[in-house]
């Protein structure tokens, strides 16, 4: 069964960093891999999906890549601004199923 | 707009009694998904359906029923067995079967127990 582990839970940032934030996953037979931003109280807002013939996916100032090999996934951040405060969180689809594995997502804080 | 819709926003359960939460999609997904949210727990499946009148249990189903009588709505009942059910309920949806079946959420439904 796919396990997804996002590290750090949590990550304190100045405005204006580039960050990263991490997504493991144990099934190298991945479907594909998406990520989602929650606000607080809110529902889950899809930000990328990376199929499994794909290596990355840009929009606007994310970028999200996809290594089966290494069972990883990141998601790179540019030029981080406050409104960018938020918990993100990834999930996997392994091959023959379409019911997708999250994990516990990372919170994000962008400070001014 | 295409979009998820959940209803009601906040719920406010009695000790013994059933709610039903609303879940209506117009992205024509056949696909649909209830996942319940805790508190560093993270996401956990309830209930799937991936065609109208079939449905299957994820890994929490006890105390939950649902039915699929249309392709746009999932109604999650949250009955009396449910032991602990106030938490932060998530409908979804999505097409199925191909590498690009991207997932959709609703806005939630926060669920109390008085």
């Known amino acids: 069964k796919q396990e997804v582990t996002q590290i750090p839970a949590a990550l304190s940032v100045p405005e204006g960093e580039n960050l990263v934030l991490n997504c493991s996953f144990t099934d190298s037979a991945i479907y594909n891999l998406q990520w989602f931003r929650q606000d607080p109280g809110k529902g889950l807002t899809s930000l990328l999906l990376?199929?499994?013939?794909?290596r990355e996916q840009t929009s606007g100032r994310l970028n999200a890549s996809l290594d089966k090999s290494s069972g990883r996934s990141t998601l790179y951040i540019a030029a981080s601004q406050p409104g960018d405060s938020a918990t993100y969180l990834c999930?996997?689809?392994?091959?023959?199923?379409?019911?997708?594995?999250f994990g516990r997502g990372t919170s994000l804080i962008v400070h001014p | 707009d295409g979009g998820i819709t959940q209803s009601p926003k906040y719920l406010f359960r009695k000790e013994g009694q059933n709610v039903t939460l609303s879940c209506e999609q117009n992205?024509?997904?056949?696909?649909m998904y209830w996942y319940r949210q805790d508190p560093g727990q993270g996401l956990r499946l309830i209930y799937y359906s991936q065609i109208v009148n079939d449905f299957q249990k994820g890994d929490i189903a006890e105390g939950y029923s649902v039915s699929r009588e249309k392709k746009e709505s999932f109604p999650l009942t949250v009955t009396s067995a449910q032991k602990n059910p106030t938490a932060f309920y998530l409908c979804?949806?999505?097409?199925?079967?191909?590498?690009?079946?991207?997932?959709?959420f609703g806005p939630g439904t926060r669920l109390t127990v008085l």
């Open positions: 999930a996997g689809r392994s091959g023959g199923s379409y019911i997708p594995t």
């Open positions: 990376i199929q499994s013939s794909q």
């Open positions: 992205l024509n997904h056949d696909a």
């Open positions: 979804a949806s999505s097409i199925v079967g191909a590498e690009s079946n991207e997932q959709f």
